[in-house]
T-cell receptor, first 117, second 115 residues
Framework: AQKVTQAQTEISVVEKEDVTLDCVYETRDTTYYLFWYKQPPSGELVFLIR??????QNEISGRYSWNFQKSTSSFNFTITASQVVDSAVYFCALSGNWASGTYKYIFGTGTRLKVLA | DSGVTQTPKHLITATGQRVTLRCSPR?????VYWYQQSLDQGLQFLIQYYNGEERAKGNILERFSAQQFPDLHSELNLSSLELGDSALYFC??????????????FGPGTRLTVL
């Protein structure tokens, strides 16, 4: 079965602190994709990153970085020097093997990040 | 602004009724996806259409159906509505067929309230 666990329901940090959002996944597929989305208070979902199971390179985009570790089935998201505008709910998602014919796209329950000024 | 539009923004209806949610994808995008976000179930993928054909099904109830028209806009039909169908329904679009290989752009959502 496929599963995405975001154990942190809510995190509060003070502006300029670094914060890491955890994502642990379960899948039996050898080919899979992991995603992070941001949902700000306005409600729309914003795609942040996609990573396939064969690419374990960490990625950095500005203040955002992602650490993918297959050995621990984790795909963690770090925001460096957090800002108030980072306040949002962040979702981790797992996409199954498309070729298998049964498409699964599983979201975690989300982590609400509050960045205080 | 993602370029994906959804109408209406809000919808209030009664149990047992039927509603239609509409989505227009970004210009040039051939895939449309529907998602449901509720307090009970969280975010769930419902269904995907690619260039007018159903491509993948997720956790979509039999009371729900969707279609994509030749102009690529899509409609999600919800019938025999129940209180538990109250949720935010998102539409997303992407350029290509396989969602894992290309970015999805989300609309602002339609908030459905069933009384």
């Amino acid at each position: 079965a496929q599963k995405v666990t975001q154990a942190q329901t809510e995190i509060s940090v003070v502006e300029k602190e670094d914060v890491t959002l955890d994502c642990v996944y379960e899948t039996r597929d050898t080919t899979y994709y992991l995603f992070w989305y941001k949902q700000p208070p306005s409600g729309e979902l914003v795609f942040l990153i996609r990573r396939n199971s064969f690419d374990e390179q960490n990625e950095i985009s500005g203040r955002y970085s992602w650490n993918f570790q297959k050995s621990t089935s984790s795909f963690n998201f770090t925001i460096t020097a957090s800002q108030v505008v980072d306040s949002a709910v962040y979702f981790c998602a797992l996409s199954g093997n498309w070729a298998s014919g049964t498409y699964k796209y599983i979201f975690g329950t989300g982590t609400r990040l509050k960045v205080l000024a | 602004d993602s370029g994906v539009t959804q109408t209406p923004k809000h919808l209030i209806t009664a149990t047992g009724q039927r509603v239609t949610l509409r989505c227009s994808p970004r210009s040039g995008d051939l895939s449309v996806y529907w998602y449901q976000q509720s307090l009970d179930q969280g975010l769930q993928f419902l269904i995907q259409y690619y260039n007018g054909e159903e491509r993948a099904k997720g956790n979509i109830l039999e009371r729900f159906s969707a279609q994509q028209f030749p102009d690529l806009h899509s409609e999600l039909n919800l019938s025999s509505l129940e209180l538990g169908d109250s949720a935010l329904y998102f539409c997303a679009s992407s350029r290509y067929r396989d969602p894992q290989s290309n970015e999805q752009f989300f609309g602002p959502g339609t908030r459905l309230t069933v009384l």
